[in-house]
T-cell receptor, first 116, second 114 residues
Framework: GAVVSQHPSWVICKSGTSVKIECRSL??????MFWYRQFPKQSLMLMAT?????????EQGVEKDKFLINHASLTLSTLTVTSAHPEDSSFYIC????????????FGPGTRLLVL | SQELEQSPQSLIVQEGKNLTINCTSS?????LYWYKQKYGEGLIFLMM?????EEKSHEKITAKLDEKKQQSSLHITASQPSHAGIYLC??????????????FGKGTLLTVNP
């Protein structure tokens, strides 16, 4: 199957700092990528859709100024958590769909963020 | 209410036993995806179903989508400890949509005791 990587795999930062997470499709191009957040023992919550060449689309309740998304190329999307606070601590996962078969999304390994 | 209901929430089985996980929606499922996740890791794609009545198998795992395309089941035969993990169903509920946006169920935590 297709491969999606994420970097870093985990990060610890101080409250008030910004953290950037990268999502890369390694062997295919993705004009769209998705960012999810997952709390312990809960399912995935879609945060936003990253679109190459245009602005990201955010889900209701997700602060766009807090979670900045940039789809820099057909293989890279970044999520920046700005002025991070302890409540932003979570597991962040990205996914990217391949062109064929339609809609099959491959997921990155996730990034665990801990804000102190 | 949850758009995609997954059941059971957790399941503990003895090694060698069969089990079934269900995923149900009140809306038409235009694409239904099954993933497996180990805690703290990413999701591993298992299978995708699109047609009513479709059934796919891989090794000891079989997934089905009903004719009405509103319910899917994942069946594991002769379970092994390696099957343990969280199983998630994800669904594309947009007809003719091309944005690949998926809605996920809450997941089923499977424990297989040796």
């Amino acid at each position: 199957g297709a491969v999606v990587s994420q970097h870093p795999s985990w990060v610890i930062c101080k409250s008030g700092t910004s953290v950037k997470i990268e999502c890369r499709s390694l062997d295919f191009q993705a004009t769209t990528m998705f960012w999810y957040r997952q709390f312990p023992k809960q399912s995935l919550m879609l945060m936003a859709t990253s679109n190459e060449g245009s602005k990201a689309t955010y889900e209701q309740g997700v602060e766009k100024d807090k979670f900045l998304i940039n789809h820099a190329s057909l293989t890279l999307s970044t999520l920046t958590v700005t002025s991070a606070h302890p409540e932003d601590s979570s597991f962040y996962i990205c996914s990217a769909p391949t062109r064929t078969p339609r809609g099959t999304q491959y997921f990155g390994p996730g990034t665990r963020l801990l804000v102190l | 209410s949850q758009e995609l209901e997954q059941s059971p929430q957790s399941l503990i089985v003895q090694e060698g036993k069969n089990l079934t996980i269900n995923c149900t929606s009140s809306k038409t499922l235009y694409g239904l995806y099954w993933y497996k996740q180990k805690y703290g890791e990413g999701l591993i794609f298992l299978m995708m179903l699109q047609k009513g009545g479709e059934e796919k198998s891989h090794e000891k795992i079989t997934a089905k989508l009903d004719e009405k395309k509103q319910q899917s089941s994942l069946h594991i035969t002769a379970s092994q400890p390696s099957h343990a993990g969280i199983y998630l169903c994800g669904a594309d509920m947009i007809s003719g949509g091309s944005n690949y946006k998926l809605t996920f169920g809450k997941g089923t935590l499977l424990t297989v005791n040796p």
